[in-house]
């Protein structure tokens, strides 16, 4: 986005996918002084996915206003996701199906190494079962999409029409929200006058970053500025599932253009020991971020990611003079989960 002149770029066109609002509108991007002033280096921005007005807000609801317009579109009557005990996108669908008159129900398994009762119990597991979600715990080793599928047949099976998502709600269509974002990250930096020379994000499932490098590569901008930081396979499986996502992505936006290998830009120095595992990085960018701008970051994904910015500035990669966008994407009840981190 830096050199590329912003001018004179199509727009998305994604009128012809079925659609079900669930933001305000924009979300804001941010200037941070204090902490930019504080690393000494380059100047941060934050993009404030995190501010989404429903059921406590996060990065999935972008994807949620296509997966549920597609589930109205079908006729269904119940939506069906997969996740961690501690899932930001389980949540969030219970939400919306709240917000939109669907039933759901959230297969979550026991994939995360901890047991104690504010991981079990609270956060996210606590909002579930207020937007009056059917939660089904499996052990970490199950199979989710498969006990979801066969859940779902038997729901069929007395005559209820079942919408399933995978894991992040990362289909090709949920990825369209992210496809969305990235047109509007270019209108807003191109109406403030500001060049991004490097926009950091989380890769869980892949999906935000796979829609934002398909957004990026239909509007003609090198999507290679974005870094995507892992959190939950190494950066070749991330990369794989990343390139695999965009693409088809892509190919509903426009089927004559292709994303390649060097589009994909995934980093996995802050994964540490894995999934939902925390590392001294995340807790020590959560507490800098809280302390220095009064922003709250998650411990899965958004902490970890933000290491890896903090540690870019610090160590120069990102230098002074130049502009980084960090993508806050939400998660704060998972902070209530890992209570004991802190
Ligand atoms: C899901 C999630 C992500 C990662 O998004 P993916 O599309 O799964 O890569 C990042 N941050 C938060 C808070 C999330 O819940």
């Known amino acids: 986005m830096n050199s590329t002149p912003l001018t004179g770029l199509a727009r998305l066109d994604l009128s012809r996918f079925p659609r079900r609002e669930l933001l305000e509108g924009p979300t804001p991007i941010q200037h941070l002084p204090r902490l930019s002033a504080h690393l000494g280096g380059a100047n941060i921005y934050v993009k404030r996915e995190d501010l989404t007005g429903l059921g406590g807000g996060g990065n999935k609801l972008r994807k949620l206003e296509f997966l549920i317009g597609e589930a109205l579109a079908v006729g269904a009557d119940t939506i069906m996701t997969v996740g961690a005990r501690q899932s930001n996108h389980a949540r969030l669908t219970a939400a919306a199906a709240a917000r939109v008159g669907l039933q759901c129900e959230l297969v979550l398994t026991r994939t995360v190494p901890r047991s104690d009762h504010d991981y ?44 399933v998502c995978p894991l992040g709600g990362s289909s090709p269509v949920g990825c369209l929200g992210y496809a969305d974002c990235a047109a509007e990250i270019v209108d807003q930096s191109r109406a403030a006058e500001l060049s991004f020379d490097r926009i950091v994000i989380p890769n869980g499932s892949g999906g935000m970053h796979a829609g934002l490098i398909a957004g990026f590569v239909a509007l003609g901008l090198d999507p290679s500025r974005i870094t995507g930081f892992t959190v939950y396979g190494d950066a070749a499986h991330a990369h794989a599932t990343t390139l695999d996502k965009a693409n088809q992505t892509l190919q509903l936006i426009d089927p004559n253009l292709r994303v390649n290998q060097s589009d994909v830009s995934i980093d996995e120095a802050q994964l540490g020991q894995g999934y939902g595992i ?65």
């Open 278 to 342: 925390p590392t001294d990085g995340m807790r020590a960018a959560v507490r800098l971020l809280a302390s220095t701008e009064g922003l709250l970051l998650d411990p899965v994904y958004s902490g970890k990611a933000f290491a890896g910015l903090v540690e870019g500035v610090t160590s120069g990669k990102y230098a002074a003079g130049q502009k980084v966008l960090f993508v806050m994407s939400g998660g704060l009840p998972g902070l209530f989960a890992y209570r004991g981190e802190f």
């Open 120 to 163: 079990m119990e609270n956060g996210n597991v606590l909002l579930d079962s207020l937007f009056g979600a059917h939660v089904h715990d499996l052990p970490g080793s199950a199979n989710a999409l498969q006990f979801a599928e066969q859940r779902a047949n038997a729901l069929r099976a007395q005559g209820r029409n079942v919408y």
